[in-house]
């Protein structure tokens, strides 16, 4: 009977507690649900971000709900959740064990980034321990374990841990861009740190992801873009962020992945005034076939060849120095190795000798191409005027005779350039690159045909040689509708011969290369318009300033009307 009635006194002060504990829930829910609101919103201010929250709850079950969260980072990088739960797991009767720790469930959170990447998960559930003071540490319960996210109550600054122990990543994480599959994540191992101060954020990195498939970067209108073959990626860095210095310090990092292993170090000064960046980057071992095939890219069907067949391998170091708003004063230092295959491909080894060109870029109709001495409309490049080449490479490619296929020297400052123009780059790609796309790719300008460019670029300067590859691009590269070749083109505009043209006349054929669609309306009522003409007349200043013509002839050419044949005044 004593314990009857003792077991009777225990629930009479359960239910008095849990009545209490509601009615002082309703009273003083609103101030709670204000508060809430209030400091997470002001603990995102203080670490630059913007939260919004829809619905804030507090109740006795769940203890916490927020519906439509958002936190905005700024950059273009949002974080959405349809909800957020906090509810006390670890009731036990009929006695009551006060847990210590929470249940957090999230819905429907998405990651924005920038380029169209998300990242998003429908639904995951989360112990959280260390409500009290203790050490908090956040263990993922749903949909699956091997990741947790710890922090030591003491010392203040004590770091933030974040470890992974067979995660699957893809079953965890949706990521795509542009509404395609992005990745396939694979099992990953490994752990984050860092630790923030009043005026500094410190990090390390060491992660690894075994079997990661990538999606095929080059093809964004495909329906079903293909996953390249799984691989392993293992990722080291480390670094600090001195925010009262405006400095960022990544002294060492390591990237390994099926077909390259990248290290190299980073460091960004003065980036509250006037950035200053120092990177060094080292690429060894670039295995062009292992890279094409983890990145779900095709080997072109133009090289005539198998899919995983050898494609040469590279080693790449570049050095980058100087002040990001002043793409001028940018030091660059490279040097490239390149290894051959064995067997050149039959579609780069048939260019060694005459060969027909067919293009299906464009609108149609698409004339084949013989380039070959037998062709009326060749033209070999010993008959190339000198001051042609000339103009063309100060205009297209001031290295060529000098770099491997790739010159890392411009692509700095054309980027940085044309990203604060918000154009496209010109000077980023060489005359190699620029025959690479002519004759084996499309006009997609997605990352993932990088990639294939650079491979064949190596092949092509391994295979042909500078004047090889030069006379080929004379003879194939586009100056207008259906017109392609140097030869044909100085006929059309000008009804001349190459070695005929006047310097001016040169410049416009080289000026117009990189736009021989679009400068069709610059020229339509027969002769180039004012911002095409500055182009022309900034090119023959060049030629003067390394003495290609005299002081005499390049003011001639200043003055000289360019007539383009076709057009509606002839002056």
Same mark, same amino acid.
């Given at each position: 009977?004593?314990?009857?009635?003792?077991?009777?006194?225990?629930?009479?002060?359960? +239910?008095?507690?849990?009545?209490?504990?509601?009615?002082? $829930?309703?009273?003083?829910? &609103?101030?709670?649900?204000?508060?809430?609101?209030?400091?997470?919103?002001?603990?995102? /201010?203080?670490?630059?971000?913007?939260?919004?929250?829809?619905?804030?709850?507090?109740?006795?079950?769940?203890?916490?709900?927020?519906?439509?969260? =958002?936190?905005?980072?700024?950059?273009?990088?949002?974080?959405?959740?349809?909800?957020?739960? $906090?509810?006390?797991?670890?009731?036990?009767?009929?006695?009551?064990? *006060?847990?210590? %720790?929470?249940?957090?469930?999230?819905?429907?959170?998405?990651?924005?980034? &920038?380029?169209?990447?998300?990242?998003?998960? @429908?639904?995951?559930?989360?112990?959280?321990?260390?409500?009290?003071?203790?050490?908090?540490?956040?263990?993922?319960?749903?949909?699956?374990?091997?990741?947790?996210? %710890?922090?030591?109550?003491?010392?203040?600054?004590?770091?933030?841990?974040?470890?992974?122990?067979?995660?699957?990543?893809?079953?965890?994480?949706?990521?795509?861009?542009?509404?395609?599959?992005?990745?396939?994540?694979?099992?990953?191992?490994?752990?984050?740190?860092?630790?923030?101060?009043?005026?500094?954020? %410190?990090?390390?990195?060491?992660?690894?992801?075994?079997?990661?498939?990538?999606?095929?970067?080059?093809?964004?209108?495909?329906?079903?873009?293909?996953?390249?073959?799984?691989?392993?990626?293992?990722?080291?860095?480390?670094?600090?962020?001195?925010?009262?210095?405006?400095?960022?310090?990544?002294?060492?990092?390591?990237?390994?992945?099926?077909?390259?292993?990248?290290?190299?170090?980073?460091?960004?000064?003065?980036?509250?005034?006037? &950035?200053?960046?120092?990177?060094?980057?080292?690429?060894?071992?670039?295995?062009?076939?292992?890279?094409?095939?983890?990145?779900?890219?095709?080997?072109?069907?133009?090289?005539?060849?198998?899919?995983?067949?050898?494609?040469?391998? /590279?080693?790449?170091?570049?050095?980058?120095?100087?002040?990001?708003?002043?793409? @001028?004063?940018?030091?660059?230092?490279?040097?490239?190795?390149?290894?051959?295959?064995?067997?050149?491909?039959?579609?780069? /080894?048939?260019?060694?000798?005459?060969?027909?060109?067919?293009?299906?870029?464009?609108?149609?109709?698409?004339?084949?191409?013989? +380039?070959?001495?037998?062709?009326?409309?060749?033209?070999?490049?010993?008959?190339? !005027?000198?001051?042609?080449?000339?103009?063309?490479?100060? @205009?297209?490619?001031?290295?060529?005779?000098?770099?491997?296929?790739? =010159?890392?020297?411009?692509?700095?400052?054309?980027?940085?350039?044309? *990203?604060?123009?918000?154009?496209?780059?010109?000077?980023?790609?060489?005359?190699? #690159?620029?025959?690479?796309?002519?004759?084996?790719?499309?006009?997609?300008? #997605?990352?993932?045909?990088?990639?294939?460019?650079?491979?064949?670029?190596?092949?092509?300067?391994?295979?042909?040689?500078?004047?090889?590859?030069?006379?080929?691009?004379?003879?194939?590269?586009? *100056?207008?509708?259906?017109?392609?070749?140097?030869?044909?083109?100085?006929?059309?505009?000008?009804?001349?011969? !190459?070695?005929?043209?006047?310097?001016?006349?040169?410049?416009?054929? +080289?000026?117009?290369?990189?736009?021989?669609?679009?400068?069709?309306?610059?020229?339509?009522?027969?002769?180039?318009? !004012?911002?095409?003409?500055?182009?022309?007349?900034?090119?023959?200043?060049?030629?003067?300033?390394?003495?290609?013509?005299?002081?005499?002839?390049?003011?001639?050419?200043?003055?000289?009307?360019?007539?383009?044949?076709?057009?509606?005044?002839?002056?």
């Amino acid at each position: 009977m004593l314990t009857i009635r003792i077991r009777r006194q225990h629930w009479l002060g359960i +239910v008095a507690a849990a009545l209490l504990l509601s009615l002082a $829930a309703l009273w003083l829910r &609103p101030m709670l649900e204000q508060r809430v609101r209030s400091r997470i919103e002001s603990t995102a /201010a203080r670490h630059g971000a913007v939260a919004r929250i829809g619905v804030v709850h507090v109740g006795v079950w769940p203890l916490l709900r927020l519906e439509g969260f =958002d936190l905005d980072f700024g950059h273009g990088v949002q974080l959405h959740a349809d909800m957020i739960a $906090a509810t006390w797991p670890g009731l036990t009767w009929p006695g009551l064990t *006060w847990p210590g %720790r929470l249940r957090l469930a999230v819905r429907a959170a998405t990651l924005a980034g &920038p380029a169209g990447v998300r990242v998003s998960s @429908a639904a995951t559930a989360w112990d959280m321990r260390g409500i009290f003071g203790e050490d908090l540490r956040l263990t993922l319960v749903d949909p699956q374990a091997g990741l947790s996210i %710890r922090k030591s109550a003491h010392p203040v600054d004590s770091p933030w841990n974040i470890e992974a122990r067979g995660l699957d990543v893809g079953r965890l994480l949706d990521v795509q861009r542009d509404a395609h599959p992005l990745l396939d994540g694979g099992i990953a191992d490994g752990r984050v740190e860092f630790q923030a101060s009043t005026d500094a954020l %410190r990090f390390h990195v060491d992660m690894g992801v075994h079997g990661a498939r990538l999606a095929a970067l080059a093809d964004n209108t495909a329906d079903e873009p293909q996953l390249g073959d799984p691989t392993d990626v293992n990722l080291v860095f480390d670094g600090a962020w001195q925010r009262t210095e405006g400095t960022i310090e990544i002294p060492e990092i390591k990237v390994a992945v099926a077909g390259a292993a990248l290290s190299g170090s980073i460091t960004l000064r003065d980036l509250d005034t006037d &950035p200053l960046v120092d990177l060094v980057l080292g690429m060894q071992h670039l295995d062009f076939a292992q890279l094409l095939g983890v990145s779900g890219l095709a080997v072109p069907e133009s090289l005539g060849m198998e899919p995983g067949t050898d494609l040469g391998s /590279a080693t790449i170091d570049v050095h980058v120095r100087g002040r990001l708003a002043d793409p @001028a004063s940018l030091s660059v230092s490279q040097k490239i190795d390149f290894r051959p295959p064995r067997q050149m491909p039959p579609g780069i /080894a048939r260019l060694r000798g005459d060969f027909i060109f067919r293009s299906e870029d464009g609108s149609g109709p698409h004339r084949p191409i013989d +380039v070959s001495l037998a062709s009326p409309d060749f033209i070999a490049l010993h008959d190339v !005027p000198p001051l042609f080449v000339r103009a063309l490479l100060l @205009a297209e490619d001031a290295g060529f005779y000098g770099h491997r296929g790739i =010159d890392l020297h411009e692509l700095p400052t054309a980027l940085l350039t044309n *990203w604060s123009r918000g154009g496209a780059a010109r000077g980023a790609s060489t005359i190699t #690159q620029q025959l690479a796309k002519n004759l084996f790719l499309s006009r997609d300008k #997605q990352l993932g045909r990088k990639l294939q460019e650079l491979a064949i670029t190596f092949l092509l300067e391994s295979a042909l040689g500078k004047d090889r590859i030069l006379e080929i691009y004379l003879n194939i590269i586009e *100056w207008g509708p259906d017109l392609r070749g140097l030869r044909p083109a100085a006929r059309r505009y000008f009804g001349r011969e !190459p070695r005929e043209l006047t310097p001016a006349e040169m410049a416009f054929l +080289v000026e117009i290369i990189p736009g021989p669609i679009k400068y069709q309306s610059s020229f339509a009522h027969g002769t180039p318009g !004012p911002g095409l003409r500055a182009l022309i007349d900034e090119l023959l200043g060049k030629l003067r300033s390394v003495k290609a013509i005299g002081e005499e002839e390049y003011r001639r050419a200043l003055d000289e009307p360019i007539v383009v044949a076709g057009g509606t005044s002839r002056g």
